[in-house]
């Protein structure tokens, strides 16, 4: 699989979802004041705007920060698309940022794909974005886009990966093709802080149980954006590539996979 520096995207990252406002202003300030320099975030959390104002005040260069938003489906059509990146970016205080990915496929294929992945080609030969990608693609899906665009502009696919939905077929079918990965909700909504397994790894490796998952990813190559608004839990977070896993803990790991989908709305594509 090809490792995050081909993108100059830092493996370990912040998300922002579900963060509103001074939670999300807060959580970007104190991230980037520990040193994350990998921001992420998306038009439907609606916090674009509180993202935008963590980064204008933090003083880091923007030359030193990578910044990933995503297009949300009821700006896929031709019409729209573009000019909603352009909020975005104003909201963000950006020329431009360094990711756009396309959010999830058009619900139902109501906007067909070339639209929207043509449309983001489009806002990336403006300089809006410099590199594009998906999120929540499945394998059909990538596929097309591939067919559709090549595989070089899917700079990565942002989906769900923890401990309790392991995502093996996507994670065989990357590794394949050499498209990075980026994972979202790894911690599984705090739910790999209660697992037995994990806590003993962690015990044993004077670790959390966060960090072990996020080591247990990264060591796959695929990078982790998980959110927190506590600073212990943010610094914690930026220690787990010092976690070195056996192979023992892999296996261990490899069997709490229970395909255990947190995120999937009704109009999410038939997964893999």
Request: charged fraction near 25%; glycine fraction near 6%.
């Amino acid at each position: 699989m090809s490792t995050t520096s081909n993108l100059s995207m830092p493996p370990i990252g912040v998300g922002t979802f579900r963060l509103k406002g001074d939670d999300a202003y807060q959580a970007v300030s104190t991230a980037l004041e520990l040193g994350y320099r990998h921001i992420d975030t998306a038009q439907i959390y609606g916090n674009e705007q509180d993202v935008g104002r963590a980064i204008a005040d933090s003083g880091v260069a923007r030359d030193e920060l990578f910044v990933t938003t995503k297009i949300w489906t009821d700006n896929f059509t031709e019409d729209k698309l573009i000019p909603s990146l352009r909020e975005s970016l104003d909201k963000l205080q950006l020329d431009q940022v360094d990711l756009t990915l396309i959010h999830w496929p058009s619900p139902k294929g109501e906007v067909p794909m070339q639209e929207y992945l043509g449309e983001l080609m489009k806002a990336r030969e403006q300089g809006m974005t410099r590199l594009t990608g998906v999120s929540n693609f499945t394998i059909d899906n990538l596929n097309e886009a591939f067919e559709l665009v090549g595989p070089d502009n899917i700079a990565t696919n942002q989906v769900e990966i923890h401990p309790f939905l392991q995502n093996r077929k996507m994670v065989e079918f990357a590794r394949e093709q050499d498209l990075h990965l980026t994972a979202y909700m790894p911690l599984a909504v705090g739910k790999v802080m209660k697992d037995k397994t994990l806590d003993r790894i962690a015990e044993e490796h004077g670790a959390t149980p966060p960090q072990v998952v996020m080591a247990w990813l990264m060591l796959q190559g695929i990078a982790v954006i998980p959110s927190s608004t506590k600073r212990l839990h943010l610094e914690s977070n930026l220690e787990a590539d010092r976690v070195q896993l056996t192979a023992d803990d892999l296996k261990f790991i490899r069997e709490l996979d229970a395909s255990e989908r947190i995120a999937n709305p009704d109009f999410a594509p038939e997964w893999d």
